[in-house]
């Protein structure tokens, strides 16, 4: 999996919830008493687990890209090395 994959699962999971957030937050407005509360704490529950989901695709996504980063300096780094250990025989 490379960071654009995780880049583009964030995007489109923030996409879908956004619409599915703004679905429910619609239909809330109709919903009434004790199965009103009951829904909208589980909503709210449910909107924290999407919000993990997203800044975890987020975090991931970045840390992949700076490994990625790392190792092509690292490889530069190592190459440079070899050349200037060989022009010194």
């Known amino acids: ?3 654009d994959q ?4 964030e995007r489109e999971h923030k ?3 956004t619409a599915a957030n703004a679905t429910l937050k619609s239909a809330a407005s109709k919903w009434i008493g004790t199965s009103a509360s009951a ?5 709210g ?3 924290k ?3 993990n989901v997203e800044h975890e695709l987020e975090h991931n996504s970045k840390a992949l890209r700076q490994i990625g980063h790392e190792f ?3 490889d530069e780094m190592s ?3 070899i050349l200037v250990t060989r022009q010194g025989h």
């Open 72 to 74: 092509e300096r690292t």
């Open 45 to 47: 529950f449910l909107q």
């Open 6 to 9: 995780l880049a583009t699962f």
């Open 79 to 81: 190459a440079e090395h």
């Open 49 to 51: 687990i999407s919000d």
């Open 39 to 43: 829904l909208q704490g589980k909503l």
């Open 1 to 3: 999996m490379s960071s």
């Open 15 to 17: 996409e879908v919830h």
